[in-house]
């Protein structure tokens, strides 16, 4: 079997037994991205000469010390800092920014065995859920590359649909991790805040914006989740590892007995065929004694909670670009960066309520339900040419974030959520249930999100090659 369609899994225990070398998949993966990268376009800056050095020096490691990931190749989204590698966080600013020094993450990753490769494309400042940019172009879904990848992880889920990455790296503040799942066909977790070490921003209490995996299975998420996870004396938030083996967790059934379906959490217009989908996915439960319901927390204040803490983040993170360089931010981050400016101190404060409401009411939730099931986006994948989904389901959206409603009110609950693969459309794109279980309930939602996936059996249908429609 090609390596490039083994499982992540097997690749490294196959590592471990040496049956095959860091160097071997690295030689793989140049030979997939030269035949297929220039369709798609989701690993615009390679580092192989990089990979290859730390490859050598893992080689000379016993097996025992090579970590958890043992050599398995990962790129990082074109967000995170990589030591001597171009880091242009999809702006024209940065487009020749090269770090001296790593990110945590990285950092962590590299030292659990993890040998980095490639920059996966994002749009700008990971600004809005389509991959385009002004210094790399778009990246194009492999389903049909007509259409979106979504965003803002959207070189990440490409490269694994196509064959180009076993797991790969992404973030998410409002559905970056789950939106191009979705849209991909590919496996995307949102963990909770902490579990994940990153680089401080300039807001430094950040419980928004995450770091997580991406995978084509459940079981490979929860392999690069145990490379990702621990604590970090440079993340004042990040959370301890706790003895938890995540890729364990995902191979033993959890004991569910209630758990909750909403299609639109009461919140947002929703793509009719889509949410038959995720529906008739959920109803799967039902074969293994599982209750399934119709309910979801009150979500009624996401969309004010949200879009007012987004705005003070961008305001604190972009606000000096915008001043310096207005005219190389798009206008979606210009209109985020304003909005943000604007703010009065008691539209944050009562931001900061409505956000503390929202977790209580979605702890006593999971005292009822063991899950939280809705679609991971509500639409299928878009014309790659329109910059958002400006409206669903003869509903007009106000802005550019407005139609992620149904990811980024799960990101105001702390909540580690996932996309899972869970069906197609009738023009043959992916679909993606998004499956949410209680704060710091990593364990548990891998778990369930492993049951589920094993009873809709969609796995074996990737990597793909790009599909020109």
Excluded at 11 to 19: D, N, P, S, T, Y
Excluded at 361 to 374: R, W
Excluded at 378 to 394: L, N
Aim: aromatic share 6%.
């Amino acid at each position: 079997m090609d390596l490039i369609r083994q499982s992540a899994v097997s690749i490294v225990e196959q590592l471990k037994a040496g049956a095959i070398t860091p160097l071997d998949l690295l030689d793989a993966l140049e030979a997939r991205i030269a035949e297929v990268d220039a369709i798609v376009n989701a690993l615009p800056t390679l580092c192989f000469d990089r990979a290859r050095a730390h490859a050598r020096r893992l080689m000379d490691l016993p097996v025992e010390e090579r970590g958890v990931l043992a050599g398995l190749p990962v790129p990082i989204k074109d967000l995170i800092e990589v030591e001597g590698v171009c880091t242009t966080f999809g702006s024209p600013i940065f487009k020749d920014h090269v770090p001296e020094r790593s990110d945590i993450l990285v950092r962590h990753l590299e030292e659990e065995g993890g040998v980095v490769y490639a920059k996966s494309n994002t749009p700008e400042f990971g600004a809005g859920a389509n991959t385009f940019n002004e210094v790399f172009g778009a990246t194009r879904n492999p389903w049909n590359t007509s259409r979106s990848a979504a965003g803002s992880s959207g070189g990440a889920a490409v490269s694994l649909a196509t064959g180009m990455a076993w797991v790969a790296h992404g973030s998410d503040l409002g559905g970056s991790l789950r939106n191009p799942a979705s849209f991909c066909g590919i496996v995307g977790m949102r963990p909770s805040p902490g579990r994940v070490a990153k680089n401080l921003g300039v807001k430094v209490d950040d419980l928004l914006s995450v770091e997580g995996p991406m995978a084509r299975t459940v079981e490979d998420l929860a392999l690069l989740l145990d490379a990702m996870c621990g604590e970090d004396a440079g993340d004042p938030v990040s959370l301890p590892r706790g003895g938890t083996s995540f890729l364990g967790a995902a191979r033993r059934s959890p004991r569910l007995k209630r758990v909750a379906f909403s299609a639109d959490l009461g919140i947002t217009p929703i793509d009719p065929e889509v949410a038959e989908i995720c529906r008739r996915a959920v109803s799967r439960f039902a074969e293994l004694g599982i209750a399934v319901e119709e309910a979801h927390p009150d979500f009624s204040k996401a969309r004010h909670a949200f879009q007012t803490l987004r705005a003070v983040g961008f305001a604190a993170s972009h606000s000096r670009k915008l001043k310096d360089y207005p005219e190389l931010l798009k206008p979606e981050m210009v209109w985020n960066v304003e909005k943000g400016l604007k703010l009065s101190v008691e539209e944050i404060i009562e931001a900061e309520a409505e956000r503390r409401d929202i977790i209580a009411g979605t702890l006593a939730f999971f005292e009822e339900y063991d899950l939280l099931m809705t679609s991971a986006t509500i639409v299928p994948p878009y014309p790659v040419e329109e910059r958002y989904v400006s409206g669903c389901a003869g509903i007009t959206f106000d802005n550019y974030i407005d139609w992620l409603a149904i990811a980024y009110a799960v990101s105001l609950t702390t909540a580690p959520a996932l996309s899972l693969p869970c069906g197609f459309t009738a023009e043959g794109l992916p679909v993606g249930l998004q499956i949410v279980a209680r704060p710091r309930g990593e364990a548990h939602l891998l778990g369930a999100a492993a049951e589920l996936e094993r009873l809709l059996d969609l796995n074996t249908l990737m990597p793909i090659d790009p599909r020109h429609r």
